[in-house]
Each structure stands twice: as C-alpha cells, then as structure tokens.
C-alpha cells in the first residue's frame, strides 16, 4: 500500500509539474460545513521551526505554504512537507513549513486546503508531547535548483496500516501540488507575473516592494534638435581629432623624409679652379611653402685659399646649374671692395694691378609662390686668390723687310694703360685692338738690315724682343738729265703743312680689320715710279755698277697713271676722311683718310673729290677721279710704307689686328 502510495504521488508530481499554474487556488476545505480556523490561533504568515521532536499529526495542522513574490530574493534550499503516516490516526499530523529566514513577505499566499481530519482546529495546531515518538521526521523538499523532475522522488514516504481512502489521497495529491507549485514558482521566478484568475482565486494583492513611477514628459522639439546637435558637433569633433591625427602623422613622415640628399648640388669655379663651399642654408620644402625643414651648416670659418695663381685680368666665374642668383663681392688687401656685383656683371671686369685679393660668393634661390616645391636658401664661398698676370708679348713675324711693317700683339692687361714701346723704329705706339693692344711699326725703304730690339712693358712685366730688318728689293733709274725725271714727285719731306700735321692724328679703331686693303684703280694703270725707287741723273758708268752717285732720290710713294689717261679712285678701305681740299699747285685736289693706328693713305692730284672732310668712308666708296698722273702715299705716323704691297695684301704686320 505504502509504495502504490508513493508511485500514486509519483505520477501526479510528473503529470502536473509542467502545467503548474503561476499563481496558486486556494483549495476549500472539503468538510465545508466545518468552521475556519480562528485569525488569533492560527499562524499563516510565520511558522514555527521545525525541531527535533516530531510533532503529533493529531494535534498538528498544516500551515499554509507561502509563495516568494520576487525572483531575485533569496529563496530556501528546502521545503520542508510532512506527510500523514495514516488517515485514521488522530496524533498523526502534517508539521508547519519553516518560513525562510530571509524570505520577503510575500505579496499573496497559497494556502493549501487540506482535508478535515475530525480533530479540532485549535488543538491540531498545538504539537502533542506524547505522539512524538511515533512521528516520522520531516523530508525535506527538493531545492529549486533541481527541478520538478526530481520531486516525486524526494517527497516523504506514508507509513499507512490501512487501505487507500480517497480522502486521505486528496489531501496527499494536495500537499504534494502545494509543494511543486512553490518549487516551480522559484524556479521560474513568476511571482509577480499575474496568472489566470481561477473562479475562487481572490484578487491578486498589489506588490508592495514596487515603486510608483511616473511617465516622464516627451521631449519637446527644441530639446531634440538640441540633442541631435550635440551629438553632430561630437562626431565632427572626432573627425576632425581624427584627421589632424593621420595629417600629424603623415607631415612626420614628410619631414623625416626630407633627406639632405634634396639639397642643391652647386658647382663654382673661379679662373678654372673649382671652390670648396664655406656655409650652407638650405629649406627643404614639406607641406608646400608653410613647412619646411632646415639644413644650415659651417664647413669652413676661414676663406680657402687658391692654389694657382690668376693668370688672366679678367678671370672666368661660372657657377653650374644655371638658374641661381650668384652676388660676389671682391676685396683688396687694405679691405676696400673693388667689385660688387653679380656674377654676370663680373665678365666684363678686369683688375688694375697684381696683388692678393678676398672673394666672397653667395648663390641663392628665393623660388616662386607658384612654385611651391622649391628648395629654397643659399650657399656661400668664400676663397682668397693672388692675381699675377704676366700679358702675352708676340711679334706678328720675325723679320721684315724694308718698306714693310712690322706689329707687335700685347694681350690682356690688368690696368687701362697701354703697354710701352721702346725702339729706334718710329712708331706711333700701342692701340686697343680686341681684348688686348697691338703696335705697327713702320721699316723706313733707308732703314739698315739687321736686329732691332724691342723692349715691351705692360703690368709691370717686360720683356725684350728682337726683329730683324732685311734690305728690300728696290730699283733705280738713271737719266742722262734731271728733266728726264718722273713727275710729279712729292719726296718724303715734301708733304705740305695741312698735310703734316694730320700725321699725329690716331684713330684706335682699326678699320681694314673687315675687308682688308684692295688696290684703289679699278682700271688698269701704269707706275712710272714705284716706292723705293731712286732715280740718277749724269752718273758715270762705273757709279751705275756699283749703285752710288750723288744727286740721286728714292721715291717713298707710287706715280699711278691711267692707261687710257682718266678713271675714278676708290677707297682701298674704309676710314675717316680727315682732309679732302684743293691745295693748289704741286697737290691739287689733296685727300687724306685715317685707317686707324695712325694708317693714312694720301692722294695728291686727283680731277675732283667726290667726299668732303670728316665723312667715314668704305671700302671701294667712290672718292674722286683720276687725273693724268696721281701721286699715292701711305704713312704710319710720320714713316712712308711701300702702298703696292699693302694694297696687293703683301705686308704681313698689317694682317694682323
């Protein structure tokens, strides 16, 4: 019977446990007739321990089960449900549930209505001393944490002397649902979820630990846009923390890229010798022309000193690549500044004197604000140089003839000054002439064969140079009278006065430097007297042979008539007309043009005169015409030259220019 009992409970604990109910029916009593119990004896709220002495179920009731309202109070590990050992026995009793200790007051309370067992209410509820020995002890109940599936199996065994009654059956499938409800409430924490109101269920109580709260306002429109702002203004904040963070990173990056290997690399040299730069200042660019990164460096405090001395008065400065600003200042040894320039302007500078001299050379590049990618700064030199020219002396050829011209070429010079010149030659001395000067001197038909010295000073330097004079190739006449002599003959001291004072006159151009010289008859013609002829008259036979006899003259100039007895004379190169006048007489129409370097060529006895004094000529210019017998003369300064060999480009001295 016992364990048909327990298999009875079993069943009904599984069949039920799933479809527990969340809130509790109070069960009524199923003597209905009988009276409640009164509210001053019973104790539905607080029962009493359970102690060591089992009660007697006689004089025992079972109190109500209470129900935990909140899920997360602390629950009991126990629910402790006794049982009745048999219905028929009066001492026997269910003991009271002992209530947690921290168990909330429940908001509603299931009471279990248990059968009547024909004992007095008052006196159940009181523990009876003598039926303790027979009392079995309380099981306990399952913990929550367990599950419906394990109660049937931990609820308290009946010991039963009699057969099954269907109300002690009831009262047993009661106490056990009482049990599983509470266990399932715990476990699903529903107590304060409202349940299916069952028709003798009262009405739930309110929570009492729930808190009034009240429906907070809705935002109004002002207070949204002003949220949503705020929010706007916090992300652009981050956005903008964001890129100023990578822009951070990526100007680092730049800047620590900007490598030395981005400077200029600028070459200077001075005179042919390469400088060594003392200093640079150098703005590498990062982030266009708003950041860059500086190179600035002392390489040398002292200026470097050349190894070579200048050689040239006007030494070269170059500076590669092209494109920089270059200034370079120059200063002597007392520390005045001689130049200060650009190097550009510095081409066409030349020193006055040897000596030793400070240099300072500053490159730069400012860029442009299109250009941001620049570098930008400047590199500076600064180097000390001795200038010791010694000027190039050159004779044009060795050796001249007489009648002929002799040049010497003096190149460039520190100063302003001409070079000198000192010879027994006549000369007129040095003229500008290119970059350097040059001087002709003229051989006289009489001079002497043999060495002349020639000793040429130009900055300070001199030097000694040797021309040889050889005899010329001259011919003479002999005539049995003097009338039979060429005429007209204008000897080399015959020149009138208008005509000898032009012979000073000195133009530093020099004019047959383009084209050179062409004979001045375009027509053919005849020249009864040529330069160094010497005409004889009444010698004897035997001063014929040996070429001597007195009363002889040597012609310094050329007779010239035309074969068919006119024609025009033309410029044999261009100059300046210095004296084109009718001199009457001997002369007649006289025409002196300057070549330059004090070259004249001079025309007596022409038909007429094309140009007047002071007009530059050119080179075959028409310059008059032609009488029967016109007498031409060149002269340097005061010295007659042979006209047919500069004409017909036999004097070598007057190529060179």
Not at 12 to 28: C, I, L, M, Y
Not at 340 to 350: H, I, K, L, N
Not at 374 to 389: C, D, K, M
Not at 590 to 605: D, Q, R
Request: hydrophobic share 35%; proline share 9%.
């Amino acid at each position: 019977m016992e364990e048909e009992k327990k298999a009875a409970a079993g069943v009904d604990w599984a069949e039920k446990s799933p479809a527990a109910p969340h809130r509790r029916s109070r069960k009524k009593s199923a003597a209905k007739g009988k009276p409640k119990k009164p509210a001053a004896t019973a104790e539905p709220k607080q029962q009493p321990a359970v102690s060591d002495t089992p009660e007697t179920p006689a004089e025992t009731a079972p109190a109500p089960l209470q129900v935990p309202e909140a899920p997360d109070a602390p629950q009991p590990d126990t629910v402790p449900v006794s049982l009745p050992e048999t219905p028929e026995t009066a001492s026997e009793s269910v003991p009271a549930q002992p209530e947690a200790a921290e168990q909330p007051e429940p908001a509603e309370t299931a009471e279990a209505a248990l059968p009547d067992t024909g004992t007095d209410e008052t006196a159940a509820a009181e523990p009876a001393p003598e039926d303790t020995a027979s009392a079995e002890p309380e099981q306990p109940v399952p913990d929550a944490g367990e599950g419906a599936a394990n109660a049937p199996q931990d609820a308290p065994e009946e010991d039963s002397t009699e057969g099954d009654a269907p109300e002690e059956k009831a009262r047993a499938d009661t106490i056990a649902r009482t049990a599983q409800l509470s266990i399932a409430q715990i476990m699903a924490g529903l107590a304060d979820t409202p349940a299916e109101d069952t028709p003798d269920a009262p009405p739930a109580e309110p929570d009492s630990t729930e808190e009034d709260t009240e429906e907070e306002p809705a935002d109004t429109l002002t207070q949204k846009l002003g949220r949503g702002v705020t929010g706007m203004l916090r992300w652009l904040l981050l956005v903008v923390l964001f890129v100023l963070v990578i822009a951070c990173g990526g100007v680092a990056w730049l800047y620590h890229n900007a490598t030395p290997d981005m400077l200029p690399q600028i070459k200077a040299t001075f005179d042919g010798q390469e400088l060594a730069p003392t200093a640079y200042k150098w703005h590498v660019p990062i982030v266009g022309s708003w950041l860059r990164r500086t190179y600035a460096e002392t390489l040398n405090p002292t200026p470097a000193e050349l190894a070579l001395p200048v050689s040239g008065a006007s030494p070269d400065l170059v500076v590669t690549p092209g494109g920089y600003s270059a200034q370079l200042t120059i200063t002597d040894a007392a520390g005045e500044s001689i130049y200060d320039g650009s190097a550009t302007g510095f081409r066409s500078y030349r020193f006055a004197e040897n000596g030793t001299y400070d240099a300072k050379l500053i490159v730069s590049t400012s860029g442009t604000p299109a250009d941001e990618a620049t570098v930008t700064g400047t590199e500076t030199w600064q180097f000390r140089f001795t200038v010791s020219i010694k000027p190039s002396i050159q004779l044009a050829t060795d050796s001249v003839a007489q009648g002929g011209v002799a040049a010497v070429r003096v190149g460039q010079t520190l100063g302003q000054d001409a070079p000198a010149i000192k010879t027994t030659l006549k000369n007129v001395g040095f003229v500008k002439a290119g970059s350097g000067w040059i001087c002709y001197l003229p051989i006289p038909w009489n001079q002497k064969p043999g060495n002349i010295d020639l000793e040429v000073s130009a900055d300070g330097y001199t030097e000694t140079l040797s021309l040889s004079v050889r005899a010329g190739s001259f011919s003479y006449k002999d005539y049995s009278k003097t009338s039979q002599m060429a005429a007209p003959y204008i000897g080399e001291d015959d020149a009138p006065a208008a005509v000898s004072k032009l012979f000073a006159t000195v133009d530093d151009k020099i004019q047959w430097s383009v084209g050179g010289f062409v004979q001045p008859f375009l027509d053919s013609f005849d020249t009864p007297l040529t330069y160094g002829m010497t005409e004889y008259a009444g010698r004897s036979y035997s001063e014929r042979g040996t070429n001597y006899g007195y009363g002889g003259r040597t012609s310094t100039n050329v007779i010239i008539r035309p074969k068919n007895g006119k024609g025009s004379m033309i410029a044999p190169a261009s100059g300046r007309v210095l004296l084109a006048k009718d001199l009457g007489g001997l002369y007649g129409n006289t025409l002196v043009i300057e070549h330059g370097a004090g070259l004249k060529s001079i025309f007596y006895g022409l038909a007429s005169l094309e140009v007047k004094t002071g007009d530059t000529v050119k080179q075959g210019q028409l310059l008059g015409g032609c009488s029967k017998a016109v007498v031409a003369e060149m002269r340097i300064g005061t010295v007659p030259i042979d006209p047919l060999a500069v004409w017909r480009s036999r004097c070598d001295g007057l190529k060179l220019y």
